[in-house]
C-alpha cells in the first residue's frame, strides 16, 4: 500500500516537472533528449562537488585560521 | 425568482459604487516558469527545424516544387516558426468538431492523430452531452425549440433562404427595415442600421467614419476587427492603456494642444473607440468616465458592444443601462448578433444623420450582400423576448439567470484560489493558466471530464499570461455549473492551478467597495 502510494506521488511529481518545462508538448523521443541531458549535467556537478568539496573546505578552513 | 437589486438604477454616476476589477499578478515563480517552458519549446523547435532543413525528418508543411526552389521563396519561412513547431504539436485542443447545437451541452466528434497531431482521423465515436464552456450563447437562444423557432420556419418559407444582392441594389427586404427599427427602438437611439458580418461591420465601417487627417485614440486590448479597421481608414492610431483615464486624457489633451504631427494643423476628429465587455479579460469599460472626458475634449466616441449587449445591464440594454449612460451621448454604438442573439451579423446605431450617411458611404452596406432572412427572423424573435414584447417574462427571466450564474461563478472560482481577471458583471471570465504545458493538459483533463473549455495562448494574449476562457450562458442550469466547479476544482489540485494569493471569505460582499486608485 505504501508503496503503491510512493510511486502514485512520485508519479505526480514527475507530471508537475513535465508541465512546468513545458516537455508534456513534446515527442517521447524529445522528453528522453532532454532528460538524458538534464540528468548527465547533474551526475556531472554532482561528481564535481564530491571530488573538490573536501579541498575547497580545507581551503576555506585554512583561510580563516581554524586550522593549519 | 429572488432577484437581488444589486442593479439598483442609483441617482447619478457618483452614487454607483464602481465595482473592483482586480487584475492579480501571480507570484514571480510562476512568470520564470512560463519563459522557462517556452524557452525549452523555442530550442527544440530550432533543432525539429534542423533536422527538417536536413532532411532526417519529413516535412509535413507545404513547399515549393523541386524547379521552383532556386525562386523567391513562396512560403515564408521562420514567420510560422510558433505555428510549426508549438501550435502544431497540440492542435487537437483547436478546431474540434462539433455535431450538434452549441447550446448549453453539445456533442464532439472524437479525433485521434496518429502521426502528432499533423494529421486526424475520426474514430466514428461521438461524445454525447459535453458541457460547453466556450460558447457565446449569453441568453441561451441558440436553441433548436421547435415552437421557439416556428417564426423563423415562416419567414423562410415567405423569404427562403438568401437575399441574392445587396442592401443598396435590390436586397433591402421589409424585414431588415423593421429590424433596424426594433433595434434603434431597444437601444434608445433614432436610427440602426444592420449588417450581414459582425466583423466586417468593424473593419468596413469605420473607414467610412474617419480619414486621413482624424486621430483615432483606441484602446490596447481592441479586438482585430477595430484595429483592421483603423488601419484601413488611414487615420492616425495612438493607443492608450487598457481601461486607464488618465492616459487618455493626457494624449487628449496633448492631441488638442498639439495637432497633428509636422503641420500641427487640428485634427479633423478624435474618436475615441473602446469596447463594452472585452472578450479576453472580462474587463468593463469605464464609460461613465469616457463620456466626461470626451464632451469636454469634444471628441467622439466609437462603442463597440460585442460582447455586452443583451448579456449586462437590468434589462439586457448594455453597458449604457449598466452605468445609467444617456445612449445618446454616445456617437456611434456597435454591437453584433452572434453572441447574445444566437445568429450572425451586427448593427451600427446612432443619429439618423450618422446612420442615412452609413447607408451609402459605407463598404459593408453597399457591396457585401445582406442578411439573411431566417437569421433575421431569430434576431427579431430574440429582441421581442427580451424586450418582452411577446408577451412573456423569458427574456428577463433569462438576464437575471445570466446575472445569477454569473456572480455565482464567479464567486466560487476566486474562493476555490484561482486567478481570475475582469469585472463581477461581466459573463465572460478569463482563468490564468501562464505555462503552456498547462494550457494543454487542462483542455484535455476537462474534455475527459466532458466539460468543452476554449483556452487561449500566445498571439491572442500576452506571452506569459494564456488563459481559460468560460463564457456563462443563461441555459447553463446550476446543477451543470456545480459539476463544473467540481472538476475545475479538482483539475486545479491534479495542475496546481491555483496561484491566488488573497483571501476570499465564502459571504459574498455586497457592500460598495471603494474605488481603488487607477491602474497606472
Redesign the interface.
Known sequence: MGLSECWKQLSWIYYQYLLVTALYMLEPWERTVFNSLLVSVGAMAVYTCYVFMPQHIMAILHYFEVVQ | VCIKNVFSPGNGVASRPQKHEPFEQAPMYVAV?TY???G??TL?GY?RDFLRAVGLEKCHLAQEREEQKDFIPLYQDFENFYTRN?YM??RDNWNRPICSLPGPVFDLMERVSDD?NWTFRFTGKTLHNVINMGSYNYLGFAENNVDFLKTVADKVNQYGTGVCSTRQEIGNLSIHEELEGLVANFLGVESAMIYGMGFATNSMNIPALVGKGCLILSDELNHTSLILGARLSAATIRVFKHNNMHSLERMLREAVCSGQPRTHRPWKKILIMVEGIYSMEGSVVRLPEIVALKKKYKAYLYLDEAHSIGAVGPSGKGVTELFNVNPTDIDVMMGTFTKSFGAAGGYIAGKKELVDYLRSYSHSAVYATAMSPPITEQILRALKCIMGKDGTTEGLRRIHQLAENTRFFRAKLKEMGFIIYGNDDSPVVPILLY????V??FAREMLERRIGVVVVGFPATPITEARARFCLSAAHTRDMLNQVLHHLNEVGD???LKFSRRKYTSRPDLCAETNLELDS
Open positions: 516558469m522557462l517552458g517556452f525549452i519549446v527544440f533543432l508549438l504539436r497540440v502528432y505555462m503552456p504545458g498547462k494543454v493538459a491534479t495542475l496546481c
